[in-house]
């Protein structure tokens, strides 16, 4: 114990260091809250600067947030009355692209359809999901699961989360799930209308939508216009209904309306959207193993997978071909991981949340705090195992004949039992994946590649601890480099799976439960799959127990914040959530700071000519000619393009709408910045902020350059 | 002509025009003025803060500008009685070098001198120039020049030029030269004291003192402590001597005076320094081909050349490192090229600077338009042959074993004349560099690079039009690219240059004037001298022709200036100048702002541990202690290190002193920033800043990190 201090504690310094700690945890702009919590934070909303009565924000199946929809793998929202969706360009980029020929090349050039005969169908599979119905149903699906632990607890849950879902689908057109929220705190049934005739209305060019592309996505400033609309059409009887040219457009709700003038720095905005999945309130063990030991290692792994495929392909310059793909892939996620690692140690997570969560459990009565100490121990148990898991995830992600191999053992094993008792990815419904995944091992696959990759992986486990090991995996490669050597070259001298046909045939016998070909790879697979059903079956009883256990480690933090002052939002997890904040300025840098709106000047600072910094000659004219009329700000006497604010966001939060204090629409979400990257587990308010289209800009491109001034009457301008 | 305009144009409307014009030709901010003219703009100075009397600035030979001096390639300022000199790190690099072993590595390490007997000599060429003359010498340099024109007038300024020098420098210890100022307008002679003994007082390591090396170079913001304190020595009888321990301190007859605070945002900050070279006062003819076609050129030329040698080398890796550093000096004159053609495009510099010259010549009486039109002929005629000369030079500077023949063969001509008067270059003083020249070509020589290098250029030339083909050069090579083909390969399956002994003697031959050794590469540089003496002959009747008609040019703009109410700095010529202006953030992009002064967390933001932002521990150390005194800024908080002015300078600007309202150094001049490439000829407002070391920063640094009491109490610290 450090020797006592010589001065006692002033009681106002322990005051300042709880509001630190309090301001650490619970920053006033951080939260993805449901909609539901928005009038239990109703003053600070409107201390915020909103002008409407948060309690009208509480249904999300009511206006304005049952505007608010899922739109392929992002958000968007209603937009007129005749339902006139918008969202990003790159959401409803594989719409555009369906509908591109080489002859008609909607990417290169945009969209304007002149009449709704001219709109153009989207993908069949494109689709646009309206929230009708959000219930809790904790109790139907914790009822069978209480007093069970482990895979029980897990199996409970799953079976009753499933019931829900069969017994809400019986409905048509209704898309039902189950939400899990605070780590299985609560769940909620949502009910979705299923909208299934989306049509192209208008999408800028690809130098507009996506001016920029890779080079600047993270960045700010940002100069991009990424917003397309479509329209949902339904059935004459107002149902959801495939395309069909007797569909008729869909009357929503509800739908946003765009305000007319835009916003400043310090102005209120707010958002709403599905973000996917953030961490912030797992626990400070998780977090320090995250920084510690996760990203670093993903960092090293992701380096020797790629230094590993540039030694196999060596002057094999299809190889380098084949792989390109993959290389590309794994420098992205290198990148990621070192940018969040960069992100938390910057914004010192571990040791925050480790304060934060020691005052917390210091709060906390005993009864929480066993199940919060059982939750330590089922997280320590994941962590021995950890880079056992690491490699044997990435044996399968990283390889082609490896991973074709496992699959269809696996397949053959599961096709023996009936389709829904399945696991899930193997039922009849994914056959069409597998059969593609199959196929595409032709043009990604090189021997040389695939077996360095695997002795850099297969030889990571060869250095476990014996804790570790897999008899399976040791009898298979043995426990030298030499003996792994000796095993790859027979196997891959034997296997005839690089063949198409033969995956093909091994597919069609594996679908239908039948015993597969003679092949050493398959063979291999055969001997691997008890392990790898030994591993799930530990894993799922893993999650059981968290689970279980997680919401002691909630209650306690949600009773910590509300001591606090504060309120805690659940995790996301896709599910419709509002954010609200302000537009501000960042400075990532020192001496450096980003204003918060940008301007048209940029876009030609930044033309090059050169994709994907190739601004279309209308555009270039048009911002030559400087007639911006009732879209140019009036502070800054120019166009302006894009703005950033502190809104809380992640992916799925693509297209979702930005609104004012009066609920009107000013902007579309559509990127964060470099900075946040981290922010899927820490939220610095210093750092983390949301990129969006300034509509003035949708409007003048609408308006003055690429004109459409049908579809800006439909929307009210 | 176009139609008559509808309304007469109101006469505010043309004062507005007018005054546009007037802040476009002359910033309050622009200027590199001579010392001589700050009484003449010391209402301008005072207006902008100068707390001083502008008249006490008058005299480059007194106090305080006469501490100012010519140091290595850049400048620097005495700042003890004991003729402590502070100049940049990189301005004494080499000093720093010559006293680094491996042992022993100053350049890493940094170096500390204990007390006077520890303050290490400097190589033995290392200059520090002190001024203690300066007289306008017009009348003895264009007596006999007048009345003449041409190569004659040309001739007529050498002589008189250099009889002044001679005269002059019959004083032992003493350097002159005769400065032309306003091209050829007014002449100076200025006399400097050579002081020839310096020694090493205290640098930092490199990792401070280029912290960020080729990576930051020209970037703000910026982090680089780039300074180095040395002590010129002198002769127990005060003059000037070479390096003895018998020497003494030389007492300068000032030095400058370390500010206790330091500046912030809008603060007066004032500079003197010896800039090199700018283009400001060239004609709008001038600025056009610039912008048109020279900076174009060497951009497409340069990467024509590096695609030569990619091509030349393919397949070698010894001839890659060979050509390495001749491939990142093209890389670099290329990206100095495209940044200064960016920066006039973006000033739109060509436009503005013809509307000023439209303006100045509907204001010049009909004497000096006349010569100005006679000057634009000159001008074209140099435009009619300005491909050739292009091809020409980069032939001499790009290649080794053609360069090598030409210089051998030219050496030899010349070394039949008494040394006088040969042509500068091959005089008895240029041979050892000759001699290096000859023998680095070992380490940078490829024959098939070369040929790759001669083909792109000869090719080039190939295509030139009738009027600018030499006869010589088309008997040598040819009129088609395959007889130029065999033309190289016959030349360089033939030499015997690439070999160093053979070199050596046709150099000890050659500067002797004895006939070379037969080589068909030195048989054909005698085939191509005469075409090259003929274009020297051309070029210099030129150059006396522009000497001549410039001063008509310089009158009028001076006198339209007048007009408008300012005063002409004459063009940056090595000589010195005082600018003036303040701290100004700059804002490069659209939504970018850049703070005038960075502070130590940059440097902990920049820190990777690796080259070249790898911040020394001790650095970091005291960063993470926060320890910052007296030298921390009282408003930030914290230390600064950099600081950025509008002030106007360019190359040899290195280490010019930055002084405050009282004439108090505050900061080191060392860099300007990227959007500044293209100030040499366009000087605009928005873009133009310098970038310094923070004296603050010193003080810090010799205070807390690399301490050096001794020193700081000797500058009044």
């Given at each position: 114990?450090?020797?006592?201090p010589?001065?006692?504690r002033?009681?106002?310094?322990?005051?300042?260091?709880?509001l630190?700690t309090?301001?650490?945890a619970?920053?006033?702009?951080?939260g993805m809250w449901?909609?539901a919590?928005?009038?239990?934070?109703g003053?600070?909303?409107?201390?915020a600067?909103y002008?409407?009565?948060?309690?009208?924000?509480a249904?999300?199946t009511?206006?304005?947030l049952n505007?608010?929809?899922?739109?392929?793998g992002g958000t968007g929202?209603?937009?007129?009355a005749d339902g006139?969706v918008?969202?990003?360009?790159?959401v409803?980029?594989?719409?555009?692209?369906?509908?591109?020929t080489?002859?008609?090349?909607l990417?290169?050039?945009?969209?304007?359809?002149?009449?709704?005969a001219a709109?153009?169908?989207a993908?069949?599979?494109?689709?646009?999901?309206?929230t009708?119905?959000f219930?809790?149903?904790?109790?139907?699906?914790?009822?069978a699961?209480?007093?069970k632990?482990?895979?029980a607890?897990?199996?409970a849950v799953?079976?009753?989360s499933?019931r829900?879902v069969a017994?809400c689908?019986?409905?048509?057109?209704?898309?039902?799930?189950v939400a899990?929220?605070?780590?299985?705190?609560?769940?909620?049934?949502?009910?979705?209308?299923?909208?299934?005739?989306?049509?192209?209305?208008?999408?800028?060019?690809?130098a507009?939508?996506?001016f920029?592309?890779?080079?600047?996505n993270?960045m700010?400033?940002?100069?991009t216009?990424d917003?397309?609309l479509?329209r949902?059409?339904?059935g004459r009887?107002?149902k959801?209904?495939?395309?069909?040219p007797d569909?008729v457009?869909?009357?929503?709700?509800?739908?946003?309306r765009?305000?007319?003038?835009?916003?400043?720095?310090?102005?209120?905005?707010?958002?709403?959207?599905y973000?996917?999945?953030?961490?912030?309130?797992?626990?400070?063990a998780e977090?320090?193993?995250q920084?510690?030991?996760?990203?670093?290692?993903?960092?090293a792994v992701?380096?020797?997978?790629l230094?590993?495929?540039e030694?196999?392909?060596?002057?094999?310059a299809?190889?380098?071909?084949?792989?390109?793909s993959?290389v590309?892939?794994l420098?992205?996620?290198?990148?990621?991981?070192a940018?969040?690692l960069?992100?938390?140690?910057?914004?010192d997570?571990?040791?925050?949340?480790?304060q934060d969560e020691?005052?917390?459990?210091?709060a906390?009565?005993?009864?929480?705090?066993?199940d919060?100490?059982?939750?330590?121990g089922?997280?320590?148990q994941?962590s021995a195992v950890?880079?056992?898991e690491?490699?044997l995830?990435?044996?399968?992600?990283?390889?082609?004949l490896?991973?074709?191999a496992?699959l269809?053992?696996?397949?053959?094993?599961?096709?023996?039992?009936?389709d829904?008792e399945?696991?899930?990815?193997?039922?009849a419904?994914?056959?069409?994946?597998?059969e593609g995944?199959?196929?595409?091992?032709?043009r990604?696959?090189?021997?040389?590649?695939?077996k360095?990759?695997?002795?850099?992986?297969l030889g990571?486990?060869?250095?476990?601890?014996d804790?570790?090991?897999?008899?399976?995996?040791?009898?298979?490669f043995g426990r030298?480099p030499?003996?792994?050597?000796t095993a790859l070259?027979?196997?891959y001298?034997?296997t005839?799976?690089?063949d198409?046909?033969?995956?093909?045939?091994?597919?069609a016998a594996a679908?239908?439960?039948r015993?597969l070909?003679a092949?050493?790879?398959l063979e291999?697979?055969?001997?691997?799959?008890?392990?790898q059903?030994?591993?799930?079956q530990e894993?799922k009883t893993?999650?059981?127990e968290?689970?279980?256990?997680?919401?002691?480690y909630?209650?306690?933090l949600?009773?910590?914040r509300?001591?606090q002052?504060?309120?805690?939002?659940?995790?996301a997890?896709?599910?419709?959530?509002?954010?609200y904040?302000?537009?501000e300025?960042?400075?990532?840098?020192?001496?450096v700071t980003?204003?918060?709106?940008?301007t048209?000047?940029?876009?030609?600072e930044?033309?090059?000519?050169?994709?994907?910094?190739?601004a279309?000659?209308?555009?270039?004219d048009?911002?030559?000619?400087?007639?911006?009329?009732?879209t140019a700000?009036?502070a800054?006497?120019t166009?302006?393009v894009?703005?950033?604010?502190?809104?809380?966001?992640?992916?799925?939060?693509s297209g979702?709408p930005v609104?004012?204090?009066?609920?009107?629409?000013?902007g579309?979400?559509?990127?964060?910045?470099w900075?946040?990257?981290?922010a899927s587990?820490?939220?610095?308010?210093?750092?983390?902020?949301?990129?969006h289209?300034d509509?003035r800009?949708?409007?003048?491109?609408?308006?003055?350059?690429y004109?459409?001034p049908?579809?800006l009457?439909e929307m009210?301008?």
């Amino acid at each position: 114990m450090p020797a006592a201090p010589r001065r006692r504690r002033h009681p106002a310094r322990a005051l300042l260091a709880c509001l630190a700690t309090l301001s650490a945890a619970a920053h006033a702009d951080e939260g993805m809250w449901m909609a539901a919590q928005l009038p239990q934070i109703g003053e600070q909303l409107r201390q915020a600067g909103y002008a409407g009565d948060p309690a009208a924000l509480a249904d999300l199946t009511a206006a304005p947030l049952n505007a608010v929809v899922r739109a392929g793998g992002g958000t968007g929202a209603f937009v007129s009355a005749d339902g006139l969706v918008l969202t990003n360009h790159h959401v409803a980029y594989g719409v555009i692209q369906y509908n591109s020929t080489p002859q008609r090349n909607l990417i290169d050039d945009g969209y304007i359809a002149a009449d709704r005969a001219a709109e153009l169908p989207a993908n069949p599979d494109y689709r646009v999901l309206v929230t009708v119905g959000f219930d809790r149903v904790t109790d139907q699906v914790l009822g069978a699961a209480r007093g069970k632990s482990g895979r029980a607890y897990f199996d409970a849950v799953d079976a009753a989360s499933k019931r829900i879902v069969a017994e809400c689908e019986r409905e048509t057109g209704i898309r039902c799930s189950v939400a899990n929220m605070y780590y299985g705190t609560d769940f909620y049934r949502i009910r979705q209308l299923e909208l299934r005739d989306l049509r192209l209305v208008y999408a800028p060019p690809r130098a507009i939508g996506n001016f920029g592309d890779e080079t600047d996505n993270f960045m700010w400033p940002r100069h991009t216009g990424d917003f397309t609309l479509l329209r949902a059409y339904v059935g004459r009887d107002g149902k959801p209904a495939a395309h069909s040219p007797d569909n008729v457009p869909y009357q929503p709700p509800s739908h946003l309306r765009i305000a007319h003038d835009g916003p400043r720095e310090g102005d209120f905005a707010m958002l709403a959207g599905y973000p996917g999945i953030t961490y912030r309130h797992r626990t400070a063990a998780e977090f320090a193993e995250q920084v510690e030991w996760t990203l670093p290692a993903r960092v090293a792994v992701f380096d020797q997978l790629l230094a590993a495929i540039e030694r196999g392909g060596a002057g094999n310059a299809e190889a380098a071909t084949r792989y390109a793909s993959q290389v590309q892939s794994l420098k992205n996620n290198r990148k990621r991981a070192a940018g969040e690692l960069d992100g938390l140690l910057r914004s010192d997570a571990v040791r925050q949340r480790a304060q934060d969560e020691r005052g917390m459990l210091a709060a906390t009565g005993r009864g929480d705090r066993r199940d919060i100490d059982a939750l330590a121990g089922v997280l320590a148990q994941a962590s021995a195992v950890r880079e056992r898991e690491l490699l044997l995830g990435l044996l399968g992600s990283q390889t082609q004949l490896m991973r074709s191999a496992l699959l269809l053992e696996r397949l053959r094993l599961e096709s023996a039992r009936p389709d829904a008792e399945r696991e899930s990815g193997y039922q009849a419904r994914d056959l069409a994946l597998i059969e593609g995944t199959l196929k595409q091992v032709q043009r990604r696959y090189d021997p040389a590649v695939e077996k360095a990759l695997l002795a850099e992986l297969l030889g990571r486990y060869q250095r476990l601890p014996d804790a570790q090991r897999l008899p399976e995996f040791d009898a298979a490669f043995g426990r030298t480099p030499d003996a792994l050597a000796t095993a790859l070259d027979a196997l891959y001298a034997g296997t005839a799976l690089g063949d198409e046909p033969v995956r093909l045939a091994a597919f069609a016998a594996a679908r239908e439960g039948r015993a597969l070909p003679a092949d050493p790879l398959l063979e291999l697979a055969a001997r691997l799959i008890p392990a790898q059903l030994r591993l799930e079956q530990e894993r799922k009883t893993r999650d059981g127990e968290l689970l279980r256990l997680r919401p002691a480690y909630m209650r306690a933090l949600v009773a910590w914040r509300e001591q606090q002052g504060g309120a805690v939002y659940p995790d996301a997890n896709g599910t419709l959530r509002v954010s609200y904040g302000r537009l501000e300025r960042l400075q990532p840098r020192d001496a450096v700071t980003y204003a918060p709106v940008t301007t048209v000047a940029g876009i030609a600072e930044k033309h090059t000519g050169q994709v994907p910094f190739d601004a279309p000659q209308p555009l270039l004219d048009a911002i030559a000619r400087g007639d911006f009329g009732a879209t140019a700000d009036p502070a800054l006497g120019t166009q302006t393009v894009n703005f950033l604010t502190n809104l809380d966001t992640t992916g799925g939060n693509s297209g979702s709408p930005v609104l004012n204090a009066r609920g009107e629409l000013i902007g579309l979400n559509f990127d964060s910045n470099w900075e946040a990257v981290s922010a899927s587990w820490w939220f610095d308010p210093r750092y983390k902020r949301a990129i969006h289209v300034d509509m003035r800009y949708m409007r003048w491109l609408m308006e003055q350059v690429y004109p459409a001034p049908h579809v800006l009457r439909e929307m009210g301008l």
